[in-house]
């Protein structure tokens, strides 16, 4: 059947990624005022999924949101966190009470949600289905979410996100999780939300990963449950024993039977 030239092509408006509104205003994936502290403006890379790295110029936008959320509870929540994440971009040492923790881990999982936003329309989103909602209304991150917080060697921007599926508890029982790793100058987070399947949700349920001393690199602000003052014992990043890659593999499922190397 050949195609009608007079047809008129309906395109779905993209939604809001926080709420059910029409996407309708442009939302900064790198705030402005994190560009502004940073020394030098290096190319942002991204890896997300199964994408290819890209790279780009920091004053990059995604039309994601919808005004209200990006100039109301967006807005706010950046002049909320700028005191406290502002320093540490600046590799100046701070101590976060659980307060602080809450808002930075609110922030971060905000920016993930975002980032992924720019994946491709073809690729696999794991915050699609309404998971964003939470955070808008009642400042809640997804449940079965943690969120780690670390020292780049180096400053920068860099995100990379993957997915990651594994077996519960050895039996036959399919889980996923999508971990994300962001670089925001001397500041390292990740995120880790996982899904569970139904028999299993009300139970606690480890997710893989490589054994070291992540402790010493890392600090959990999500859930927070004490005080503590950041950088961490080590930096992560090239020439060290914690270098990026793998702070932000240590969530990969191995084969049955392999090890990971130390």
């Keep these: 059947m050949s195609e009608d030239p007079t047809a008129v092509k309906v395109v ?4 809001c990624l926080f709420c059910n509104e029409d996407a309708t205003s ?3 994936v790198w705030p402005q005022w994190i560009l502004k502290l940073l020394p030098s403006r290096k190319p942002i890379r991204q890896r997300l999924g199964a994408g290819k790295e890209v790279t780009y110029a920091g004053d990059f936008k ?3 949101v919808c005004s209200a959320c990006n100039n109301g509870w967006m807005s706010e929540l950046e002049t909320e966190v700028r005191p406290i994440l502002g320093p540490m971009v600046q590799d100046l040492s701070v101590q976060l009470d659980l307060e602080d ?16 936003g720019t994946k491709e329309r073809s690729m696999k ?6 998971l964003g909602p939470t955070l808008r209304t009642d ?5 079965r979410t943690m969120i780690w917080i670390g020292r780049s060697s180096e400053s920068g921007l860099y995100a990379r ?3 990651v599926r594994y077996n519960v508890d050895g039996q036959n029982l399919s889980a996923e999780a999508t971990v994300a790793t962001m670089v925001v100058g001397r500041v390292v987070l990740q995120v880790v939300s996982a899904v569970f399947p139904a028999e299993k949700d009300a139970e606690a349920v480890g997710i893989p990963l490589y054994v070291d001393n992540w402790e010493q690199v890392l600090a959990t602000i999500w859930p927070a449950s004490r005080v503590f003052t950041w950088p961490p ?7 060290g024993r914690f270098p990026l890659d793998r702070v932000a593999d240590r969530w990969k499922v191995l084969p049955t039977g392999q090890t990971p190397r130390g």
């Design 233 to 239: 014992m080590e930096s992560i990043g090239s020439g």
């Design 125 to 130: 989103r794991y915050f699609e289905s309404g």
């Design 62 to 64: 995604l039309k994601g």
């Design 161 to 163: 996100a993957s997915d």
């Design 12 to 15: 779905a408006k993209r939604k």
């Design 26 to 28: 442009k939302e900064h």
């Design 139 to 143: 400042g809640l991150i997804l449940g």
């Design 101 to 116: 923790q809450k808002k930075l881990a609110r922030w971060a999982f905000k920016t993930v949600i975002v980032l992924e």
